[in-house]
């Protein structure tokens, strides 16, 4: 299995900058993707970005490409989510989450950090 912690998350005004982190411990020798979720009040679950085991691999949401860049460092089990010119309707609870993988999966992750609150003010 894989643990996973956010931070990072907070406050911000619109046009900001905001780094969120995951940190992964466990059963982390083994090749995994992490990506990156959000989700609204009122809104389902959504997509955000997702990176391979090597990082060589990325994949973003549409919402969020030329502002969001999703990257790890794998010495330090930790995979980052850079998240700039930030609107208000990027507010949300922003959630990591683990599968094993080689590739980039949008979907079946099966390990889930326990959320991270973004802000942005107008």
């Known amino acids: 299995q894989v643990q996973l912690v956010e931070s990072g998350g907070g406050l911000v005004q619109a046009g900001g900058s905001l780094r969120l982190s995951c940190a992964a411990s466990?059963?982390?020798?083994?090749?995994?993707?992490v990506g990156w979720f959000r989700q609204a009040p009122g809104k389902e679950r959504e997509f955000v970005a997702a990176?391979?085991?090597?990082?060589?691999?990325?994949d973003g949401a549409d919402s969020v490409k030329g502002r969001f860049t999703i990257s790890r460092e794998n010495a330090k089990q930790t995979v980052y989510l850079q998240m700039n010119s930030l609107k208000p309707e990027d507010t949300a609870v922003y959630y990591c989450?683990?599968?094993?993988?080689?590739?980039?999966?949008?979907?079946?992750?099966?390990?889930w950090g326990q959320g991270t609150q973004v802000t942005v003010s107008s």
């Open positions: 466990g059963r982390t020798s083994s090749n995994y993707a």
């Open positions: 989450a683990a599968r094993y993988s080689n590739y980039v999966p949008r979907y079946n992750y099966d390990y």
């Open positions: 990176i391979s085991w090597s990082g060589g691999l990325t």
